[in-house]
């Protein structure tokens, strides 16, 4: 049987990893943040590799927005920011403590657009991962996500382009199909590729997350393939990896995803937060590295004890734990109970508009933001005096966020009195010099 893709190949140019480069390893036993859209942005990737994650996954990133995105350094938040060029949103951010550990994942249906995509943040990643298993409708429309499952010349034709023209591992995350024979027949061919690891979520595609996951496929298919497999679903707790990894002694290593959401310190071995410490953690990273609010806060709502209820009632894996009030129990039988902030009922973090209002809500975190905020604008106006600041890019941390060009031709986007976008044009600029001169300015904070 002929496994040769017949998706049209793509002339750009051969990869080459730079000398001295080390690929990410994907095998002996990594525990890796899942890519999930809203909650695995910056903030929890952070915390993840503070508590213990070996990788962590950006969320999907649709290859067109990350193409047409300009790459800046915020010299404020202290992040690398991907910034669309069509409405000034903020398609991406990154911090450069977590390139080494960094994989960024696409959707694309098409492998020019994928490998543009790939590219645009390869110096500042270490892996591409493209997404060949949501089952969302946005996904399934666009010929992307699990779509592919059902086109693997389309698949495999993306995976080549990738492999051949980016840089860094590339690999797959895709779902079980019908039968175990249709999955290895599947991730044998996506192997061929020449992907460096393949994750596989042991689910349907036409099942939802409420729906128990097939822990039975992954043997199976770790043994017929060479490459790092990586099992993902229904892993809720180290005792359900090691459960695992006796069930399927092949697997090379363990995605989570649902028990982060809910509380990051899952990847700590030897001591994890209750869930009012995680969220007070997560809404202080958050406002650290200027999270837009509303996206802190559909997080915050997943983590709230409420909704960690809710989800293990509806997994039945695991017991929802107490908030409040810690037991602990000496060897003599003495009571020395450690006691943990006490978070109000979700429906006060519902009704929160705003960082100020959450305040209000999230003990601890005024003390953050107040700081946050003077330090940013105490830059912001130094930098400013020092006419280092290029206001080239609108994005959603407001007009009068600096940005540092890396580019010496900058662009301005050109808007319309209501905000639209126009146009955009030129601005002669040093983009060089004045990255020299932030460099020495920070060299100067430290």
């Not at 990643?125 to 059902?150: E, Q, T, W």
């Not at 978070?343 to 601890?364: D, F, H, M, N, W």
Request: hydrophobic residues 40%.
């Amino acid at each position: 049987m002929d496994v040769t893709p017949t998706w049209p190949q793509i002339p750009l140019h051969t990869a080459v990893r730079p000398a001295g480069h080390v690929d990410l390893d994907y095998g002996h036993g990594k525990l890796i943040l899942a890519p999930m859209v809203r909650c695995g942005t910056l903030p929890m990737r952070m915390l993840a590799l503070s508590e213990g994650a070996d990788i962590v996954f950006s969320p999907e990133t649709i290859d067109r927005r990350l193409a047409r995105s300009k790459r800046v350094l915020n010299v404020v938040a202290n992040t690398t920011d991907f910034v669309d060029l069509d409405d000034g949103s903020i398609n991406l951010r990154l911090h450069a403590e977590e390139k080494s550990k960094l994989v960024v994942q696409i959707g694309s249906s098409d492998p020019e657009n994928a490998v543009k995509a790939a590219l645009a943040v390869a110096d500042d990643c270490s892996g591409i991962d493209l997404n060949c298993g949501c089952p969302k409708k946005f996904s399934i429309v666009s010929a992307m996500g699990a779509a592919l499952l059902s086109q693997p010349d389309r698949l495999c034709g993306i995976l080549t382009a990738l492999v051949e023209n980016v840089p860094l591992p590339i690999t797959a995350k895709i779902r079980m199909l019908e039968t175990p024979e249709k999955t290895i027949e599947l991730v044998q061919r996506i192997e061929k590729t020449g992907v460096s690891a393949i994750t596989l979520h042991c689910r349907l595609r036409s099942e939802r997350p409420q729906d128990p996951g097939h822990w039975d496929i992954f043997e199976r298919v770790a043994q017929s393939i060479k490459i790092p497999l990586i099992a993902n679903g229904d892993i809720y707790s180290m005792e359900d990896v090691d459960r695992l990894k006796k069930i399927a002694p092949s697997v090379s290593s363990f995605m989570l995803a649902r028990a982060p959401e809910s509380n990051f310190s899952i990847f700590n071995p030897l001591i994890q937060k209750t869930p009012s410490e995680a969220i007070i953690a997560y809404a202080k990273a958050a406002v650290t590295y200027d999270m837009v609010f509303h996206n802190c806060k559909y997080v915050l709502m997943q983590m709230w004890p409420a909704s960690q209820k809710k989800t293990n009632r509806r997994s039945k894996k695991g017991k929802p734990q107490n908030i409040g009030v810690v037991k602990i129990q000496d060897e003599d039988g003495t009571d020395d109970s450690v006691v943990t902030p006490v978070l109000p009922p979700i429906l006060s973090l519902a009704r929160t508009k705003s960082y100020q209002e959450l305040c209000e809500v999230v003990p601890g975190l005024r003390e953050v933001l107040e700081k946050c905020e003077a330090e940013r604008l105490e830059r912001s106006e130094r930098l400013g005096r020092e006419d280092l600041i290029r206001k080239d890019v609108v994005a959603e941390l407001g007009p009068d966020c600096p940005y540092l060009p890396n580019e010496d031709i900058m662009h301005r986007v050109k808007r319309n009195s209501d905000g639209q976008v126009t146009g955009e044009e030129e601005v002669d600029g040093e983009a060089d010099v004045a990255r020299k001169k932030l460099r020495e300015s920070v060299e100067d904070d430290k």
